[in-house]
């Protein structure tokens, strides 16, 4: 009889056990993914695209990285936010003023190091467990033309952790021939442009190759039952730029899919 108690005591451990990091499991799953906006916020300062953002926000466990890019006056790639030129120590608010050279000289804040294409690349090379998420606000064939050429100059293993945003559906059109050459991690339709409704979004996203959108959170308290009508037809949802705890977990609630943020790290 001792046997049979201390036997069944066992089993019910292992159970509790089992049961216990089972819904860890499922809790940590359902929490909404955590998209570090513009490398993260570093020392407070926030749309930096640094390399000092990214080493914070890596360390402090984060994965996924949106960062902006634009085209310097000589058609490279470097890492710069629009309307965030004054801060730079030579502040002029246009990235076309700057070769990819003369950019990688300058300082954000005097204290931060501009990043380009490379940089990140390497980034990734070194830390094969980031995920980057591009913004361009827009596409062209001039960006298109740059990224191509980036791309070729890197690990296949680099290309299927890149995620690019669209903005509306001509950019698909022209990104799209880079589908014949790098597999990527995916595409991303985020909705601030948007001049189309919701009935499209969804058709287009479904003929797309697309599996997600991303809105603003203002979208999200003004359009919530639409958005979540969207999810209901399996596309996942991204809302942006979330940095108030209280709207993390509204969208958590909501069952939504992520948020991009500046300070939110490690939620």
């Known amino acids: 009889m001792k046997f049979i108690t201390t036997a069944l005591f066992v089993l019910l451990l292992l159970y509790c056990g089992t049961l216990t990091t089972f819904c860890q499991t499922d809790s940590s799953a359902a929490k909404p993914l955590v998209i570090c906006h513009a490398f993260g916020s570093v020392d407070g300062y926030t749309y930096t695209n640094s390399r000092e953002a990214f080493m914070a926000n890596y ?10 890019f634009a085209l310097s006056r000589d058609g490279q790639l470097i890492c710069y936010h629009p309307g965030e030129g004054r801060r730079l120590s030579t502040p002029v608010d246009d990235a ?13 804040d005097e204290r931060y190091h501009t990043m380009n294409i490379d940089e990140v690349q390497r980034l990734m090379i070194n830390y094969p467990d980031i995920y980057i998420v591009t913004d361009t606000k827009g596409w062209t064939k001039q960006l298109v033309r740059a990224f191509t050429d980036a791309l070729w100059k890197t690990r296949l293993s680099v290309h299927s952790r890149i995620i690019l945003q669209i903005y509306k559906p001509s950019d698909y059109d022209l990104i799209a021939p880079m589908f014949r050459y790098f597999t990527f991690g995916g595409v991303i339709y985020t909705l601030y442009q ?17 599996f997600a959108i991303a809105v603003e959170t203002e979208r999200l308290h003004k359009r919530q039952s639409t958005i979540l009508w969207l999810k209901s037809h399996g596309i996942n949802v991204y809302v942006f730029t979330v940095n108030d705890r ?22």
């Open 59 to 68: 360390r402090a466990g984060m994965r996924y990285f949106e960062v902006d």
């Open 96 to 108: 076309e003023c700057f070769t990819a050279r003369e950019y990688a000289k300058l300082r954000i």
């Open 194 to 210: 948007l001049d189309i409704s919701y009935q499209e979004v969804l058709d287009f996203v479904r003929d797309k190759r697309i």
């Open 246 to 267: 209280a709207m993390s977990e509204y969208v958590h609630k909501l069952g939504l899919d992520g948020i991009y943020t500046d300070t939110l790290i490690g939620s």
